[in-house]
């Protein structure tokens, strides 16, 4: 249970630059916050909340709407197992059984060195290669049983770190913009005058 | 498409009658009507006599379109299609009906989706009986269910506050609580989660639901998933019988629904009265009802003996009573006799007493204030309505922190400056509930408010601000350990600027405004509260009357008030409770309470409504005017009052100001008469001369929180919970100086007094001052207050 670190907080400040308005950073600041711990700690959604003027509650309310922002301790890696029509047709749920078996946990749960948590996922949008999973939301295809094995024993020795990072990173590179940089973007509430593209192709010169 | 032209109703032989520009023609279930233009369609349809059935929709909020019940077919031209009502203003020549095969279809469709997921538990359920989704499902929905599987099933019920429980499997989800919290009373402590198929409202883990004004939700409740602590499983609504009185736990004037059932209070329910409180209540003036009937309240007068107060019968009280006072009339003539109080009653109570001191007694010294409020000139200068003030340009707060001690009014002037209509200027010696809305706050140090005023008047963006338009200034004590005096001349520098500014006073005290006006003042040459009890310090008082009166917990300065209680050779109490004051009185009146007794009330802004008795009275306990009433006659003089609206007739007879405020008036205006303005004795303006103030100490500021240890917050089990305690607080950068560790106790010490308080810091609080909230428990500040003194300055050194 963690805020955000010092230095995620000067990040999240300049995130927070690029908006009109402070609210609008809420889901980047809980990318950062979920990236810092693996997942969104309640001490973070206070300070997210401190940070861009909400209750925690009003954080929490937009954080839960997202599958993909987790509230529990969530293993190095989400390993998402597609049940949906072509995977469940070309052997999804079988992948599952053995991968609870490989895994020696439940869908939905951690394995106890916190380094895999298994779940179930709807259609993952690649359907002519199922049947499919992610890791951090990365894919894997046609897997087999085999090939799953030896996914698992790769991801233990570390042999795809410089594929897939730990769960909630989002990028490793970050892209920064400086505020002066920015866009120049302004509140719905604060426009007064119609954008140029709008304007008649005369009044618009 | 039709136009509002087709309802022109003028002719070549008639003079032109100009057409309403906002009138908007519409048909609504073959019925033409003449809607306002921006009305909802389900407003419009309501004001034509047609109800469109609705769970999410709430005239005092923004219309989300949430529940889907309001469904009708509407035609604009287009073809007739299914629109969400309340989503929609009317346009000229639109066509709704409510009615039709497809409307009805839509409708029941939407009950039978909430009920399929909505528990069965009609009878085990408080809403039952007035619950708009029973009610609805009989009056438009299918009567018959086809959902067979398994409802949903929570936890039930979950606290997400001390007072508001939640069974979420009952929740609709059509985020009326949740608007309510975040639009109305801006406490988004509540809030969707799991937005999807398991959405549902919750806290936030560990952060409850703990608004001033989280009652409200209950009430606004389609179903009953919101229930109140206080009222849960005590009553079903068909056994309750309902009176409509005024609020008074505070001086706004709130209008309320007061339920009893078998002669016992069980609730109160807000409502709309559109110039007040818009149906809106805090928890404190909801849930006080349980301190009226608490086990501890008086039954039986008492007199004192030398085994200390023994019951007696009224007939005895009021001898012994006459006999003090005229034993204290022959020692020390009539002005040795004072009467403090009547801000805690109703109108005809206060003038009863009023009649009885002042003309029968003849006595000048008179206050209804406790060294706490502002001189009663303030009263007599041009004043705003509350309607006004939240409609003002510019509303000057010279105040107390309104969130803490007028709430309603709070979410009034909140929700005109959330929705730009007016702008705020704040001038605090500390930040308060509606600094965060507020356009502009000046923090001034105690003492210094009329510089702070001037300066800021000064200013190119205040002069404009106040230039634009109407100005409106909320004016009260700020700060107890300081005299009125920096507030008075604040009042001035302000009034000079501003000559067309207007007034709203903020008196906290529920009929303080009514007693002033009624006669509870000091007479020619008396003594006002201050004076009374420095003269009841010094000895020269030979009687004391107090009438719904603590001084030891009313009076900021502690010690005078209880060199008062001490130096008074005869004391009387009115009280609905022994408190620490009539603990000492010599004879002690059992008095009727709120809702044992019928009357009126005058809220600040000078409105006077009604209240009404609902339940019988505590033992043997009397209104306060009977109680005047009989010891007038006692002493000679029959006041002529034999029943309420005597008095009421009475006052509007004689009393400046209450022309208009006849029974019969009141009994056809259910919002209320306005009095008008009596200017009464100028105010002076104060000279200010603040001694140099030591940089080691700090200036005191105390002030009231909502939930303290008065007696009706002490007497309700549900309230008295939530008083925070007794503390000092200070700028976080300040606890260094102090030495001291947070939560620690140390010691807060003026020349005269030494108290010890745990420290606390809070940001709200200014630097180099210090902060302590009035009447809690612990310490009590108000031995640090010198009523005669401008202002306090403190050491605080740990122990």
Known sequence: ?205 | MTTTESNDVSSDDSPAVIPDPNAVSVIINGKQFIARQGDLIIKAAEDAGVYIPRFCYHERMSPVGMCRMCLVEVDTGRGPALMPSCMFPVAPGMVVDTESPVSKAAQEGVIELLLANHPLDCPVCDKGGECPLQDQSFSHGPGESRYVEEKRHYEKPIPISELVFLDRERCILCDRCTRFADEVAGDALIHFTSRGNTTQVITFPDEPFSSYFSGNTVQICPVGALTAKPYRFKARPWDLEEAESTCTSCAVGCRIAVQSSRDELLRYQGVDSDPVNWGWLCDKGRFGFEGIKHDDRLTTPLVRTAQGHEATSWNAASAAAVQLITDAIAAGGASSVAVLGGARGNNEDAFAWARLAHDVIGTPNVSAQFADGLPVGVLGMPRATIDETAAAPTVILLAPDLKEELPVLYLRLRDAAVKHRSRVIEFAPKASGLTRYAWRTVFYEPGTQAEAVRAALATTDIAAQVAMGDVVIVVGRANLAESSAPTVAALHALVAALPNARVLPALRRGNVMGAISVGMRPGKGGLDSRGILNAAADGKIECLILVGADPLADVPDGDLARRAMAGARRIIAVDTFINASSALADVVFPAAAYAEKSGTTTNIEGRVTTLAQKVTVTGTSRPDWMVAGDLALRLGTDLGFRSVDDITASIAATVDGFEDVTPLALAHAPNGVLTSVVVMEPVVTPSIVLAERNSYDFRLVVSRKLYDQAIGTSTSPSLSPLAPGGAVFVHSLDVARVGSAIGASVKVSTPKATIVLPLAADDSVQRGTAWIPFNQSGANPGDLIDAAAIVTDVRIESI
């Open chain 1, 1 to 205: 249970m963690s805020r955000l670190s010092e230095d995620n907080v000067r990040i999240a400040l300049e995130i927070i630059g690029h908006y009109p308005r402070a609210r609008s950073a809420t889901i980047p600041l809980l990318h950062l916050a979920q990236q810092q711990d693996g997942y969104v700690t309640n001490d973070a959604i206070r300070h997210i909340g401190e940070l861009v003027g909400a209750t925690s509650a009003e954080v929490l309310g937009t954080a839960t709407f997202y599958e993909m922002f987790k509230f529990e301790p969530v293993g190095k890696y989400l390993v998402n197992i597609c049940r949906t029509m072509s995977c469940a047709l070309l052997g999804g749920d079988q992948l599952m059984h053995h991968a609870e078996h490989t895994l020696g946990i439940k869908a939905g749960s951690t394995t106890p060195d916190g380094l895999f948590t298994l779940e179930h996922a709807e259609c993952q949008a690649a359907c002519t290669e199922a049947p499919t999973l992610q890791v951090n939301y990365r894919y894997r295809f046609r897997v087999t049983p085999e090939t799953f094995d030896a996914l698992i024993d790769d991801l233990r020795a570390g042999r795809l770190d410089s594929e897939i990072p730990p769960h909630g990173t989002v990028s490793r590179v970050r892209q920064r913009i400086p505020v002066d940089r920015g866009v120049g973007v302004v509140a719905p509430e604060d426009v007064t005058t119609a954008p140029s593209w709008m304007l008649a192709p005369e009044a618009a010169k």
